[in-house]
């Protein structure tokens, strides 16, 4: 197999999306600016990218690997596609349940911190109120939602190392299954279409 088939199946993979890019650069300006708000936006730009891109690169791969050794029984185009519908499933099924985890752990941290802070004396509320005005309350609040992200951030994460067999693995099982049935269902309605056509 030529390494160059595989470096060339994948510029041509790209193409299309860089030339996009290239013609919307407010898109990856958006992007980019989404991915450094918050950790719930870093998760989705970062598993929504490979959701897209990961399964372009192993279908072009198992294409340049078939156009260089001349293979006739179609099975590296096959496994190449078993290979996709499972980087999409990883990332669909990560990033929804990374994000609900993100957002219950930021949520509940913020409330800890909110509630431990109106109370009389606490050392969370004096650093909450540090330089805040006895009667901003928004302020407050505000400096308790930053507290809250960061603490809940850093909870996701320890969170996810238990979800990551409980709830991600048969989550996206369930969802590779339900992509390939879709896709196998897809490629079988394509190849009948001329058939009928043929009889007609």
Known sequence: MKIN????QNKQNFKGL???VAKNPKIATGVAALAGSSVVAQKIVMSGSEAVIGPVMD???GKAITAATGETDGRTNESSKVQAIRTFSQ???GTIVGVIIRLACIAAATAACSSAGK???SEIGKILSKGVDVENAYQFQENASKWGKNIGGAAATM???VTNFIIDAP????INKKTTDFVDKFEKDKTQQPQAKEVK
Not at 5 to 8: A, D, R, W
Not at 171 to 174: A, D, T, V
């Open 59 to 61: 279908v072009g791969i």
């Open 119 to 121: 109370k009389v004396g």
């Open 159 to 161: 969170v996810m190392l």
């Open 5 to 8: 088939s595989v470096q060339q």
């Open 18 to 20: 860089a030339d996009f």
């Open 91 to 93: 990332s669909v099924g």
């Open 171 to 174: 989550f996206i099982n369930w």
